[in-house]
C-alpha cells in the first residue's frame, strides 16, 4: 500500500531536505486540501482599548454592528457544528463583549467536546457581571504578558495595561471550568527582548503554559520592532536561561527568525536539532539547547486555524492586518489589492470542508507558493 504524506512531511522534503521535485509543491496542496484545521479562531471585534506597539491589527473602530448585519453568531454556530471531534474555538479578541456570550454559549450547548478559550489582555474583567450572570466558564484564557511593568505598559502603550493583565491572571479562575487553564503569551520586540528573564520572575503562578513568539512583521510600522541579529542573539539566551526556571514554547512564525535562530546556536546544532525535527499539523518541532521550538511555515499556514472575522467571513491568515473597510472595500488604504484575503461570506448553508478547500487553492494561488520559496531559500542556504 503506498504511503500517505502529510502537507508537512511534504514541506519537510521540499524545504528542510531541499527536493527540486516540482510535483511534491503540488501533492503538497493536495494534501493540506485534506487537512482542515482542529481551531476554530473568532475575530468577535475588531476594536481594541490598547493599540500595542506590535499588534497586527491597525486601530479600528468597533464592528458590532457589522457583526450583527452579517449574523456572526449564527455563522459561528454553524461552522462550529461542522468541526471535526476534539476541535477548539479560540476567541481571538480583540476585545470581549456580553453580545459574543450568545455564540459562546450556543457553541457550548451545541458541542460540548469542544473546548473554548479566548486570548484576552484582561480587559474581559469589565464585563465580570455579565459573565457570572450568563454561567458560561472557558477552558482556557491566554492573556499576554510582555515584560516586567514599565516594559509591558511601554509596548501596549497604555500606563494601566500591566495591572490590568494581571487583575486577568488572578482572577481567570473565576471564569474558567474547574480544570481550566491560563496561559500567557510574551511576544518578543526591539523593546523587550532583555526582559525575558525579568517577566519569568513576574508570572504569577495560575500561569499554567508559557509562550513565547517573535513579532510578526506583518505591516510596515509594527516591523520596525523586529530584532536585529543581535538583539534575537541576546533574547535567546534569556529564553534558555528562562526555559531551566519554567518552561517554555518557543513558537517562531516568521522565517527569517528561523536563520537567525540558525545563526545564534551555530549550523551544526541547527541542523542536527532540524533533522531529529518531528512534524506537527502544520508545523515542525525540535529541542535547542533545552528549548522546545515550534516553527508554523507561512506556505501550510491554512490548516493552522479556520478564521471567521468579525463580518462573518472566511479569511486567509494574515488578513487582520487590514481594517474590515480595506478588506470589503478590496484595497488598503496604500492602494494594494488586497481581495485575495477574502475566501468567502460564510452564511447558514455553507460548508465548511469546501470552504476551508478553496481558501486552501486561494492560499496557494496568492501566498502560499511564494512563502514555500522564500522558506527553501531560508533554509537551504543555512543547512547547505
Ligand atoms: S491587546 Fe491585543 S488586540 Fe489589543 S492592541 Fe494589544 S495586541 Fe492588539
New binding site residues.
Partial sequence: MQQKYTSIDLWYALVVENSQDKWLIENMYAALAQEPPHILSVVAERT?N???K??I?QAETSSDKMSHCSDLDVVVLHIAQQMPEGACLVHE???FRPQHLAWLLAVRKARPDIKIGMID?GSYLVHDRSLHTSGFAFDWLDISLDGPEQIHNLQ?GNAKSYAQAMRGIAEAQTYLQPNGRVHSLFTVTKLNYASILATENALPHQVGEWHVTTLTPARPKIALFALNQHEFNIAWQQIVAANTLRPIHFRIYVAEDIAKLAQVVGKARFCSAVEQAIVAPGAIQFVLEGVEVTFYPQSVSPTETFVIDADATYRAPYAIAFTLTELQRGTSRFGQNVRPYTNAQIHSGSSFRVLYQNGVQNWQMHFGVQALVKEKHIFSSILA
Avoid: A, S, Y
Wanted: contains cysteine; glycine residues 8%.
Fill in positions: 481594541c490598547l493599540q500595542c506590535h499588534c491589527f479578541g480583540r476585545i489582555n501596549r
